[in-house]
Structures are given as structure tokens and as C-alpha cells.
T-cell receptor, first 117, second 110 residues
Framework: DAGVTQSPTHLIKTRGQHVTLRCSPISGHKSVSWYQQVLGQGPQFIFQYYEKEERGRGNFPDRFSARQFPNYSSELNVNALLLGDSALYLC????????????????FGAGSRLTVL | KNEVEQSPQNLTAQEGEFITINCSYSVGISALHWLQQHPGGGIVSLFMLSSGKKKHGRLIATINIQEKHSSLHITASHPRDSAVYICAPITQGGSEKLVFGKGTKLTVNP
């Protein structure tokens, strides 16, 4: 069974451009969450989606948006890119929308490394 | 002040040593993950715990919810344990989210 897959793995953009990052969860997982990890720092929570609805949002500007599709895959969109958006963007999937449940397993993808020039 | 504080930030050990990484947090939580991140970015959840202690192989995690403190222990450390270890509490409430420590970079020398 494939793990959480993210695409693209690496990409380079220039300031002001737009980027779309994609995440496919583990089969059977209905929740997807997105995180930003700037070099040398711990990840920061951006969004959580469950059953195609936004369940949580971190402290990120409106330039950041996301959605979840009927097949539970997800996209993260960032508009008007800034140099400070350069980071590793991580996606994680879990079976349910509740973080704490007996069978919950949080599985991360390998990430999409975005460089903004 | 960060919501999650880890110590130490960097740790170098000799193979076979007992390792302890500490995590203190200031927010109310429902549970906490210990994550392992290898160079290149891949993250693996080692444990999720909400009370007491969990053990998996040479890894042991403990949590004291009242004291807002968790520890990760590695017994008989090995060079393959070299990685960044991240404490990630899950905040309480309707909108649960993970908050992350900055991580502890562990290097185990042979």
C-alpha cells in the first residue's frame, strides 16, 4: 500500500507567482493536514481537512488556501509568493478527523520543497 | 515564549549511550506525538500518547499531563538513531491541531 504521496517533490518559483502542491493520503484515510517547515525550524500547522471540510487553520495569511477532493486528496495553494514562503511543505493523513482516537495513525509524506527566488 | 520547548537542541552521543530528550509545553493538550525526521525531510510518528508511558523496541516515551512535560528515551543508542526528534502536542478543543517544538538534533557516533 502506498504511503502519503506529495507532488512535486521540488520546485522553484519567483516572487509574485502562484503554486499548487498536491497530496494523496493513504487509502482509507479521510483527514489531511498541511504543515510548513522553514529550514532549521519545527513544522507549523497550516490547515486540516476532514471529509472535504476545513477543520482547522493555522496562523497563515489568506494567500494560503487549500481544499480536499471527494477522493480525499488535497491541494495547497499559495498566491503572491514571497521569499519567506520558501520551505518544506508537509502533508499528513490520518483515518479520522479526531487527532486522538484508539486507531489513529498519523502518516507524513516526504514533502514538497519550495524555493522562491 | 514558544508553546513547545525542547531540550537539548543538539545532542551528540556515543553508540550504546542512554539518551533523553525533554519536551515542555504551555498549551492544553489531548495527546502528544513524538516524531522522527531524517535528513531530506521524511517524518515518522514514533508515538502518540495521552498518559503514562509507551515502549517500542529501544524507544520509550513518557508523559505527565499535569506537569505538561514529556520525555523520549532511547536505550542502547545506535548511529542509525541519528535524526531530528520533534515533540508535537495536539491542542485541545474543537479544532485540534499539532504544535511543534523546534526539534532536537541527535547524532550518535560509532
Amino acid at each position: 500500500d502506498a504511503g502519503v504521496t506529495q507532488s512535486p517533490t521540488h520546485l522553484i518559483k519567483t516572487r509574485g507567482q502562484h503554486v499548487t502542491l498536491r497530496c494523496s493520503p493513504i487509502s482509507g484515510h479521510k483527514s489531511v493536514s498541511w504543515y510548513q517547515q522553514v529550514l532549521g525550524q519545527g513544522p507549523q500547522f497550516i490547515f486540516q481537512y476532514y471529509e472535504k471540510e476545513e477543520r482547522g487553520r493555522g496562523n497563515f495569511p489568506d494567500r494560503f488556501s487549500a481544499r480536499q477532493f471527494p477522493n480525499y486528496s488535497s491541494e495547497l495553494n499559495v498566491n503572491a509568493l514571497l521569499l519567506g514562503d520558501s520551505a518544506l511543505y508537509l502533508c499528513a493523513s490520518s483515518p479520522t478527523g479526531r487527532a486522538v482516537s484508539g486507531a489513529n495513525v498519523l502518516t507524513f509524506g516526504a514533502g514538497s520543497r519550495l524555493t522562491v527566488l | 515564549k514558544n508553546e513547545v520547548e525542547q531540550s537539548p537542541q543538539n545532542l551528540t552521543a556515543q553508540e550504546g549511550e542512554f539518551i533523553t530528550i525533554n519536551c515542555s509545553y504551555s498549551v492544553g493538550i489531548s495527546a502528544l506525538h513524538w516524531l522522527q525526521q531524517h535528513p531530506g525531510g521524511g517524518i515518522v510518528s514514533l508515538f502518540m500518547l495521552s498518559s503514562g508511558k509507551k515502549k517500542h523496541g529501544r524507544l520509550i516515551a513518557t508523559i505527565n499531563i499535569q506537569e505538561k512535560h514529556s520525555s523520549l528515551h532511547i536505550t542502547a543508542s545506535h548511529p542509525r538513531d541519528s535524526a531530528v526528534y520533534i515533540c508535537a502536542p495536539i491542542t485541545q478543543g474543537g479544532s485540534e491541531k499539532l504544535v511543534f517544538g523546534k526539534g532536537t538534533k541527535l547524532t550518535v557516533n560509532p
